[in-house]
């Protein structure tokens, strides 16, 4: 087990989208902190193989689509009924589909992917500062992408919501710093997860993709989540509305 090394033993943390990847290793480090941790994702069964797996009593997992509002407010308020506060809200959630040029896309495309990206990143976010602010303070943390800071299509509308995350980060973090809230983000390059396993699982792909990042490898989870729980931690109570970019120096050549 990892050691607890970011103070945040019995902090309630909340992280959307934990049932795998990225959200997995972040539920199982701060478990593994001694925090309280409950977890959203939509499907139940990825929710209860997340469970069996950190296998402890200081979790919570509970089914939450984070584009439904009435889903996330029951989430937030199970969660505060489980642990009697939130000091930790991580944006975890997201995904893309590829998507035609904008001038092809229909409707119902964009505004699923805006949805799951940025609504839902709101959604909870409202919630969490509501709490937060009631309670003297608190960390919220959003996930967004190198995708916010390069248009590559065709993932065009994934990087437009993600972009829209980092703006939404300034914003919560001057509305919210008088309150003790500090809103940071943090903007992965590709990690190994299976949302980005259609590019690394072809050796060309992955050793082209590679080709390009300075550190010459690809992110593993842990390469975001040590990040997420310097944001979570006390260290970091005088930084808001940043970005860190965690991309082993791809954005810098
Ligand atoms: N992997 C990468 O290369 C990469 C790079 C840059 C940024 N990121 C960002 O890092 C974050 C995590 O990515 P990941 O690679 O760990 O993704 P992942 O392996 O696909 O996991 C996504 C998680 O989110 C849940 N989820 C998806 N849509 C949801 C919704 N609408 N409501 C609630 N839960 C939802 C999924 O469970 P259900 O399917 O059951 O809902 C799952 O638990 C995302 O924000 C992603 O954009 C990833």
């Known amino acids: 087990m990892a050691m607890a090394v970011y103070g945040l033993k019995d902090k309630v943390a909340l992280v959307t989208g934990g049932s795998r990847g990225i959200g997995l290793d972040l539920a199982r480090r701060l478990l593994a902190e001694g925090a309280k941790v409950a977890i959203c994702a939509r499907k139940a ?30 989430l937030f308020a199970q969660a505060k009924e489980a642990f009697g506060r939130l000091d930790i ?5 997201g995904m893309n589909l590829f998507t ?4 092809e896309t229909e409707l119902a495309l964009w505004q699923k992917i805006v949805d799951s990206n940025l609504t839902g990143s709101f959604l909870c ?14 960390k919220i943390i959003n996930v967004s992408s190198t995708a916010a800071h390069r248009a590559a299509p065709p993932m065009g ?16 973090a001057a509305e919210l710093a008088g309150d003790q809230v500090q809103v940071n983000a943090v903007a992965p390059g590709m ?17 082209q993709i590679t080709a390009r990042i300075p550190a010459g490898r690809l992110a593993e989870t842990g390469d975001v989540v040590e990040p997420v729980l310097f944001l979570a931690s006390d260290a970091a109570s005088y930084i808001t509305g940043q970005t860190i970019l965690v991309d082993g120096g791809s954005s810098i050549v």
Request: charged share 20%; hydrophobic share 45%; glycine share 10%.
């Open 45 to 74: 069964e990825g929710l209860s193989a997340a469970a069996e797996e950190l296998a402890s009593d200081n979790l919570l997992a509970v089914p939450c689509h984070v584009a439904k509002e009435d889903q996330v407010a029951a």
């Open 89 to 93: 809200l991580v944006n975890n959630v």
């Open 100 to 103: 035609p040029g904008l001038a």
């Open 125 to 138: 976010a409202r919630e969490a500062a509501r709490l937060m602010r009631g309670q003297g303070g608190g």
């Open 157 to 172: 509308i994934y990087g437009i919501a993600k972009a829209a995350i980092e703006m939404m980060t300034k914003v919560l």
């Open 191 to 207: 990690v190994k997860t299976g949302f980005s396993q259609p590019f690394w699982s072809n050796q060309d792909k992955h050793d």
